[in-house]
């Protein structure tokens, strides 16, 4: 498969820039093989069976942008993955600038050391603080890491602190929000409930390279990024139970589909995870443990829309972008929903 396959043409003023306001005020579009219908947020409790179970990824973004100097140079760093209790490895603005030993400075008593330079562009970077204390300075300094297509000043808006973190955020870091999750709320979760929709959360710490276009001309030559999951035994084991009642399972997001598919086995059965996936899933994937996706409007030749696609039918999936183009849907990470149903 060519990467241009995956291709779509997306007006720029349909690239959403602010969240709904309320969240669930947001569109929905259902698809069904070539079949849509558009609806809203608050349509979603009666689009799904009563037996349905939601499956939510409950990582907590952390401020992971951060902006220093190294000599004259002006650094803006962002954080993608975690190396150890103080190492990051790091997208930097002004890279070739730095060279190894360099020290950047973020405040008077936080900066941080430059490691490495690796062929992918990443700065491997080492802080003054570790641990809990050095995610109290991010939450100190750092700003929330939007993707580069949502437009900020330098420094960001201080509303986006909560608008870029589902309101179930739990275990901290990732440094992407999980956005098909940033569409519930509470309301919205007591129509859930009120329906009998059973709820269950896994943790997928979303790495940087989530939202990033695939370069490569032929897709399989892509190297997935690693992203670190975990499902827990108690959560695995209802899932199971879930599954083999003959319910639905639906993943909120593509981070929880990836990391239910990494987690199962051949035979569809769950099992506990605690450790990093790579998982790439393209047209031919057969999956194991999802049944239907709720997930964002994804970026063209991106490793999300060819999800998607390997979910859908990559003719279905483009069939239902043009008319969410079309109907003027809003694109993205701050944009509007779809609730797919699987390709038999």
């Not at 942008?65 to 140079?73: I, K, N």
């Not at 950047?104 to 603080?129: M, R, W």
Request: contains cysteine; proline residues 5%; glycine residues 6%.
């Amino acid at each position: 498969m060519k990467t241009s396959d995956f291709d779509f043409d997306l007006p720029a003023e349909l690239i959403a820039n602010v969240p709904a306001d309320p969240r669930d005020s947001a569109r929905l579009l259902y698809i069904n093989g070539f079949d849509v219908t558009d609806f809203g947020m608050l349509d979603l409790p009666r689009l799904l069976k009563p037996t349905d179970v939601l499956v939510f990824n409950d990582t907590k973004v952390i401020p992971a942008r951060l902006y220093g100097t190294s000599g004259e140079a002006k650094i803006e760093m962002t954080l993608f993955k975690q190396v150890n209790l103080s190492t990051w490895e790091s997208l930097i603005k002004n890279a070739r600038r730095l060279h190894t030993g360099d020290k950047i400075d973020i405040t008077s008593d936080f900066y941080a050391t430059v490691l490495d330079k690796k062929e992918n562009g990443a700065v491997v970077v080492q802080f003054n603080y570790a641990g809990a204390d050095l995610f109290t300075k991010l939450h100190e300094v750092g700003t929330m890491p939007l993707p580069p297509y949502i437009k900020r000043e330098r420094g960001g808006k201080e509303s986006d602190k909560a608008d870029y973190q589902t309101i179930y955020a739990r275990h901290e870091g990732a440094v992407a929000a999980p956005t098909a999750g940033l569409h519930f709320t509470e309301r919205v979760f007591k129509a859930l409930d009120d329906k009998g929709i059973k709820r269950e959360f896994i943790t997928l710490h979303v790495g940087g390279g989530t939202f990033l276009p695939v370069k490569e001309e032929n897709v399989e030559d892509h190297k997935m990024h690693a992203e670190y999951g975990v499902i827990t035994p108690e959560v695995a084991d209802r899932l199971n139970h879930y599954k083999n009642e003959g319910r639905r399972i639906v993943p909120v997001g593509t981070t929880s589909l990836r990391l239910l598919e990494s987690a199962a086995d051949e035979k569809g059965i769950l099992h506990p995870f605690a450790k990093e996936t790579a998982i790439f899933i393209t047209p031919g994937y057969k999956f194991k443990f999802s049944d239907a996706l709720f997930t964002n409007f994804h970026t063209p030749q991106s490793t999300l829309f060819m999800l998607v696609s390997a979910f859908a039918g990559i003719d279905e999936m483009r069939s239902a972008y043009k008319h969410a183009v079309e109907k003027k849907y809003r694109f993205f990470s701050y944009g509007d929903a779809c609730l797919i149903e699987k390709k038999n």
